[in-house]
């Protein structure tokens, strides 16, 4: 097959290329956006977007560190919170309540 005008093929393959790129870097940032709100409405976001889309075609990896960084640093005091005591009851317990009595300890995960 011969090609009648290379330079028209050449024009819409840049064009197609220009086009990738510009799409690529849409899905860039709407899901860059998504994973800076909370983990909550970005559950919400995954479960309309296909997950190997977000994971096998972007650096989700890096992004979602990124995105969940946070400012603390060693040696900061560690915001506030409240939480059910272990072994319910209906007590809470609130970490400022311990500031200036104790050292405390945050453990996230699981021993098991």
Do not use: E, I
């Not at 979602?64 to 640093?73: H, S």
């Amino acid at each position: 097959m011969r090609v009648r005008n290379p330079r028209r093929v050449m024009k819409w393959v840049l064009f197609g290329v220009l086009g990738l790129a510009g799409a690529y870097a849409v899905l860039f940032g709407v899901v860059l956006t998504a994973m800076l709100q909370t983990p909550g409405r970005f559950g919400q976001f995954m479960k309309r977007v296909p997950a190997g889309l977000v994971w096998g075609a972007l650096p989700a990896p890096r992004m979602w560190l990124w995105a969940r960084r946070g400012d603390l640093a060693p040696g900061a005091q560690a915001p506030d919170f409240t939480l059910p005591r272990h072994g319910g009851g209906g007590d809470r317990v609130t970490l400022s309540s311990y500031r200036d009595h104790r050292p405390v300890v945050l453990v996230f995960g699981s021993y098991t």
